[in-house]
Structures are given as structure tokens and as C-alpha cells.
């Protein structure tokens, strides 16, 4: 059974880089589409963006600006750099896989990592 | 870009059905057949319940049911349990963002 499980700091500095980590158990990074998704307290989710396997990357163009995705095969996770951060961004952050069949729906999902931005 | 509308709130009794609207336009749910609906409970993954409006993953129950009319697509539950208690989100492709979610409904079991 896949797993997923993201990793980082619970606290980060306004102006400062959130960077998450999603390290996949149970089966292979590679051949899948894969994305991060956040939640503020009190609000609904927001897609961040998508990487392939292979590196390719597409942005939600909200974050464009400030967010980088990556992804290491070697050690079967990928991550997510968020620059620039304000209060506004803290959140519980999500990692997830994109279905196989269509590439479209979240079939896997993390149990999320709460992220705070402040001083 | 704006998220989908949804209800904020749905409730029912035991044994009932409720149905979840999720509103788009026509460059989201209207025009992509690629809306997926998400259960999630608080310290929990999310679940994946339906994808491609009206698909089911295996081991979802079959109380769960998609559909979608223009650019509004619809979660029913049938015989609600104690258990559907939760949040619901649904999830479109989107030709301008990519993806985008909708505002989310709280299910109440009454």
C-alpha cells in the first residue's frame, strides 16, 4: 500500500523559503504525476501545482512566482519550496499522487504537515 | 480564478440521501469530464470517494454516487451513517489553472 508522508519545519520566518519533503513508501515515485495542496485554517483547499517523475512542473499562477517543485527518484520523494512566505501562507500542507488512469483526480494522499509563518 | 462554489453546509438524518452541488463555468466542470470529489475528516488523509464525475475508486462505498449537468456536478450520498460526518471538496481540471478546488461542504449527520 502506498504512503505518503510530508516533512519540514512547523515554524517558519516571514520572508523566509518553506520547504516540505513528500517521501513515498510502499511503491515508486517513478511513471506518476504528483502534487501539493494547502489549507489555511478555517479555509478550503488550494491546489499548489503538480511535478512529473521526469521533473516537468505546472503551477498554480497564484504561487507561480514564489513556488518551486523537485523531485529526487533516488530517494522516491519530492518537494516543495514556497519562497517569500507571509502569514498568509500558513497552512496544512498536503502531498498527494494523481491517479494513474486519467492523471486527473488525487487518488493518495499525506496526512498533511501544519506549517506557520511567524516571527 | 475563483474555486468552485459549493454549499458550506449539508445535513441529513441517518438513512437519508443528500446530494452536494459544486457550480463551475464553462472552462472547469462544463467543459471537462474531470471532476473528483474528496472526503476529509479532521487528522486524517483525505479520500478520494469519486473521480471522472462519476467513477468510484475501489473500496469506496457504493452509498456515493457522482454526476454532473452543464457546469454544475453533484455528490449523493445515500443512507447517510454517523460516519459521513466530515468535509467534501470537489476538484475540477481547469483549462485556465490547471486545477482548482471548490469552497467545501460540512456534512451534518442529524
Known amino acids: 500500500q502506498v504512503q505518503l508522508q510530508e516533512s519540514g519545519p512547523g515554524l517558519v520566518k516571514p520572508s523566509e523559503t518553506l520547504s516540505l519533503t513528500c517521501t513515498v513508501s510502499g511503491g515508486s515515485i517513478s511513471g506518476y504525476y504528483w502534487s501539493w495542496i494547502r489549507q489555511p485554517p478555517g479555509k478550503g483547499l488550494e491546489w499548489i501545482g503538480w511535478?512529473?517523475?521526469?521533473?516537468?512542473?505546472n503551477y498554480n499562477p497564484s504561487l507561480q512566482s514564489r513556488v518551486t517543485m523537485s523531485v529526487d527518484t533516488s530517494k522516491n520523494h519530492f518537494s516543495l519550496n514556497l519562497y517569500s512566505v507571509t502569514a498568509a501562507d500558513t497552512a496544512l500542507y498536503y502531498c498527494?499522487?494523481?491517479?494513474?488512469?486519467?492523471?486527473?483526480?488525487?487518488?493518495?494522499w499525506g496526512q498533511g504537515t501544519m506549517v506557520t509563518v511567524s516571527s | 480564478q475563483s474555486a468552485l462554489t459549493q454549499p458550506a453546509s449539508v445535513s441529513g438524518s441517518p438513512g437519508q440521501s443528500i446530494t452536494i452541488s459544486c457550480t463551475g463555468t464553462s472552462s472547469d466542470v462544463g467543459d471537462y469530464n474531470y471532476v473528483s470529489w474528496y472526503q476529509l475528516h479532521p487528522g486524517k488523509a483525505p479520500k478520494l470517494l469519486i473521480y471522472d464525475v462519476n467513477n468510484r475508486p475501489s473500496g469506496v462505498s457504493n452509498r456515493f454516487s457522482g454526476s454532473k449537468s452543464g457546469n454544475t456536478a453533484s455528490l449523493t450520498i445515500s443512507g447517510l451513517q454517523a460516519e459521513d460526518e466530515a468535509d467534501y471538496y470537489c476538484y475540477s481540471f481547469s483549462s485556465s489553472i490547471s486545477y482548482v478546488f471548490g469552497t467545501g461542504t460540512k456534512v451534518t449527520v442529524l
Open positions: 498527494a499522487r494523481y491517479i494513474p488512469v486519467t492523471q486527473k483526480s488525487l487518488d493518495m
Open positions: 511535478i512529473y517523475y521526469n521533473g516537468a512542473t
